[in-house]
DNA sequence: TAGGGACCTGCC
DNA sequence: GCAGGTCCCT
């Protein structure tokens, strides 16, 4: 039994800057920290990270949240008869990245969006400055976000960004404004509303995506993203009133509260496991 | 508040 | 045609 299932957890839209360098091996960027990871390194041993082979020393604990239970799942499916009927998704775990800006860029790119196009048009904003020597250093993190807002619109439109073009340099110039990367680290400290007002007066940034910011870059784990999927999920679960209906803004409101009320600051980690779910479903052509 | 359409690109 | 949304307008 596995714990951690590579390939779920890094390529479930929480982060974008991972690929699969050969069957099993996973090469990638936790900010400017380089990984290549092996699915079968993981939770054999007492010590999971024994047999991980990094170009540094740096711990993976944090970012698989690995002093969380290990069995998420079952943990969760204890707060709520309902969520426990879900099928299970082995292996999968909520992962905490450690730059707020990587996360923050990179969910400015997923709106209306497909995996593959966002990985791209993340490594164009966030490049690699010395992939062939193992990535980049902790040094060139400041300098990289401050180079966003130069990016022209029809610079990135050429590069594949299409209407988010516009916004996104704009949305880098008025957090360089805020105070950058350290005023994202100030917002962990804030409560979730206090986090969603300030991410929503972001150009491109709507509800959903203010909830991406906050639970993968502010590690808010109160934040309930509500996509297609997980509205499906919720609809199926404790919503079947509104079936047939769409999502509204006031929906999405009481989703959100919903999750909240049942599992607290599990809310964002029940999310996850109900949107995967849905994902796992659409793949198979059910419901 | 709810509903409708445009918006880039790519894959079913 | 529609997608892991946002924004603008009835």
Not at 28 to 35: I, P
Request: glycine share 10%; with cysteine; aromatic share 10%.
């Amino acid at each position: 039994m596995n714990p951690i299932d590579l390939r779920k957890c890094l390529t479930s839209g929480q982060v974008f800057r991972w690929r699969e360098a050969e069957p099993g091996v996973w090469e990638g960027y936790d900010g400017s920290q380089f990984g290549r990871l092996c699915t079968a390194s993981f939770g054999l041993q007492e010590d999971p990270l024994g047999k991980l082979t990094l170009a540094e020393s740096g711990s993976w604990h944090q970012y698989f949240r690995l002093d969380e239970p290990q069995d998420l799942q079952s943990h969760i499916a204890a707060m709520c008869p309902k969520f426990a009927t879900l099928p299970r998704q082995e292996g999968l775990r909520l992962l905490r990245p450690s730059d707020p800006v990587e996360s923050f860029f990179s969910f400015l790119c997923t709106s209306n969006n497909h995996l593959g196009r966002i990985t791209k048009m993340v490594e164009h904003l966030l490049p690699l400055a010395h992939a062939s020597e193992g990535g980049n250093t902790a040094a060139d993190e400041p300098e990289r976000l401050l180079n966003i807002p130069s990016f022209t619109e029809p610079e990135l439109r050429a590069a594949g960004f299409g209407y988010r073009a516009a916004t996104i340099p704009r949305a880098a110039q008025l957090l360089i404004n805020r105070g950058g990367r350290q005023y994202l680290l100030d917002l962990r400290q804030a409560s979730l509303r206090e986090a969603q007002a300030e991410l929503l007066s972001f150009p491109g940034v709507g509800p959903k995506l203010a909830d991406c910011i906050a639970l993968y870059a502010l590690h808010n784990t109160e934040a309930v993203p509500v996509d297609v999927h997980l509205w499906n999920g919720a609809v199926r679960l404790y919503f079947r009133e509104w079936r047939g209906t769409t999502l509204t803004a006031k929906k999405y409101q009481v989703i959100g509260d919903h999750f909240r009320s049942l599992f607290g600051s599990w809310a964002g980690h029940a999310q996850l496991f109900v949107y995967y779910a849905g994902v796992v479903a659409g793949r198979s052509g059910g419901n």
